[in-house]
Nanobody
Framework: QLQLVESGGGLVQPGGSLRLSCVGS????????IGWFRQAPGKEREGVAC????????SYVDSVKGRFTVSRDNAKNTVFLQMNSLKPEDTAVYYC????????????????????WGQGTSVTVSS
């Protein structure tokens, strides 16, 4: 069955970096758009970034542009989220998800378009 597993979260100081990974299985990985989302305590889940199946198209929410980079290695069924210059407001549980739709526009992924989700990995940015 379809499965997504995130890893790479942890505690990091402001200004630091982390790289999250999302490994997919049970589907033809390179056919599908993968999105990254996050949910901070008491807040709604928001889209962070997405990447097309080929990796040629990406989109980011404004708050992470210039700091986060999404990429994928289809040979390893893995999508990455490189997070640099982290801020306390980036603290959240980060989820990856898959959609049969598109990664387009300049505002990042829309959660209602995504069908299957991983279990999340926690990121805390604090000194």
């Amino acid at each position: 069955q379809l499965q997504l597993v995130e890893s790479g979260g942890g505690l990091v100081q402001p200004g630091g970096s982390l790289r999250l990974s999302c490994v997919g299985s049970g589907f033809t990985f390179d056919y599908y758009v993968i999105g990254w989302f996050r949910q901070a305590p008491g807040k709604e889940r928001e889209g962070v970034a997405c990447i097309s199946g080929s990796g040629s198209s990406t989109s980011y929410v404004d708050s992470v542009k210039g700091r986060f980079t999404v990429s994928r290695d289809n040979a390893k069924n893995t999508v990455f989220l490189q997070m640099n210059s982290l801020k306390p407001e980036d603290t959240a549980v980060y989820y990856c998800a898959v959609t049969g739709g598109y990664c387009s526009g300049d505002a990042g992924p829309r959660k209602y378009e995504y069908d299957y989700w991983g279990q999340g990995t926690s990121v805390t940015v604090s000194s």
